[in-house]
């Protein structure tokens, strides 16, 4: 397996292929994605320096027969939307506190067809544990007298989203910069040629500044030194954006 895997966007496929079939009602992913970005947009809140924060956990409501549909895709899905929703953060220039969570519930009020969005932020613990999947789904709950379900978390990785490409990092060390050398090269005459270090350190992952020229951004603040990447995380450096995601390691080989 090489430093850098290119991680192929199959997610993309799925959204549209989740409820293939099943056009006579029921709640459609492009819904749920808009009502996401709404509900971000609605949630933001403008602090210092003009920067303005936006929500990162999202709960979505759903009426029973529309939860088992998305139930059986809940992962994917709900990782997908994530993606949806952090490609709306970095088109309005809005600052992330932590990782991104999509999780459904079900709602046994609702009507086939509706669902309702409660958006917050939220802050990432600071307790040195590793972190839980960025997406999840809560399953229905148990009937009285059964055991609570348990879903084992998939393991996470580092991933860069850069230029509609994904790098999967799969070393504790990664420079990005403008040099051929560079473990991943940055086609951008204001990015130096070692420009900025991934790092990844007792569970935790680093955005490191290698003396840059311009100087590097992550959520629009200049690194000194080093800042924690969480996921959902904007890097800048140059004219390049890049967002930091922690996403469910893939098994194999070389993509």
Same mark, same amino acid.
């Given at each position: 397996?090489?430093?850098?895997?290119?991680?192929?966007?199959?997610?993309?496929?799925?959204?549209?292929?989740?409820?293939?079939?099943?056009?006579?009602?029921?709640?459609?992913?492009?819904?749920?994605?808009?009502?996401?970005?709404?509900?971000?947009?609605?949630?933001?809140?403008?602090?210092?320096?003009?920067?303005?924060?936006?929500?990162?956990?999202?709960?979505?409501?759903?009426?029973?027969?529309?939860?088992?549909?998305?139930?059986?895709?809940?992962?994917?899905?709900?990782?997908?939307?994530?993606?949806?929703?952090?490609?709306?953060?970095?088109?309005?220039?809005?600052?992330?506190?932590?990782?991104?969570?999509?999780?459904?519930?079900?709602?046994?009020?609702?009507?086939?067809?509706?669902?309702?969005?409660?958006?917050?932020?939220?802050?990432?613990?600071?307790?040195?544990?590793?972190?839980?999947?960025?997406?999840?789904?809560?399953?229905?709950?148990?009937?009285?007298?059964?055991?609570?379900?348990?879903?084992?978390?998939?393991?996470?990785?580092?991933?860069?989203?850069?230029?509609?490409?994904?790098?999967?990092?799969?070393?504790?060390?990664?420079?990005?910069?403008?040099?051929?050398?560079?473990?991943?090269?940055?086609?951008?005459?204001?990015?130096?040629?070692?420009?900025?270090?991934?790092?990844?350190?007792?569970?935790?992952?680093?955005?490191?500044?290698? =003396?840059?020229?311009?100087?590097?951004?992550?959520?629009?603040?200049?690194?000194?030194?080093?800042?924690?990447?969480?996921?959902?995380?904007?890097?800048?450096? =140059?004219?390049?954006?890049?967002?930091?995601?922690?996403?469910?390691?893939?098994?194999?080989?070389?993509?």
């Amino acid at each position: 397996m090489g430093l850098v895997d290119n991680v192929e966007r199959g997610l993309e496929k799925l959204v549209t292929s989740v409820f293939r079939g099943s056009s006579g009602g029921g709640i459609q992913p492009v819904e749920i994605a808009s009502k996401l970005r709404n509900q971000m947009d609605r949630g933001t809140l403008t602090v210092a320096q003009g920067r303005t924060t936006a929500p990162n956990k999202f709960t979505v409501a759903l009426a029973p027969a529309d939860y088992d549909k998305v139930e059986k895709y809940g992962t994917a899905l709900a990782e997908e939307l994530c993606d949806v929703v952090i490609a709306h953060a970095k088109s309005q220039h809005y600052t992330l506190t932590g990782r991104v969570e999509v999780v459904f519930e079900q709602d046994a009020d609702a009507r086939e067809g509706n669902l309702t969005v409660d958006a917050r932020i939220a802050r990432d613990s600071a307790a040195p544990r590793a972190p839980r999947p960025s997406t999840t789904t809560e399953a229905p709950a148990p009937s009285p007298g059964s055991p609570p379900a348990t879903v084992a978390a998939p393991k996470l990785q580092p991933v860069l989203q850069m230029n509609g490409k994904r790098y999967g990092l799969n070393s504790e060390s990664i420079i990005l910069g403008r040099s051929s050398e560079a473990d991943v090269e940055v086609d951008d005459t204001g990015v130096s040629r070692k420009h900025l270090e991934i790092r990844s350190e007792h569970g935790k992952v680093w955005a490191v500044d290698l =003396g840059s020229t311009n100087g590097s951004y992550v959520n629009g603040q200049k690194v000194d030194g080093r800042a924690e990447l969480f996921d959902g995380s904007i890097i800048s450096m =140059g004219r390049t954006r890049i967002t930091f995601r922690m996403l469910p390691q893939r098994t194999g080989g070389q993509q």
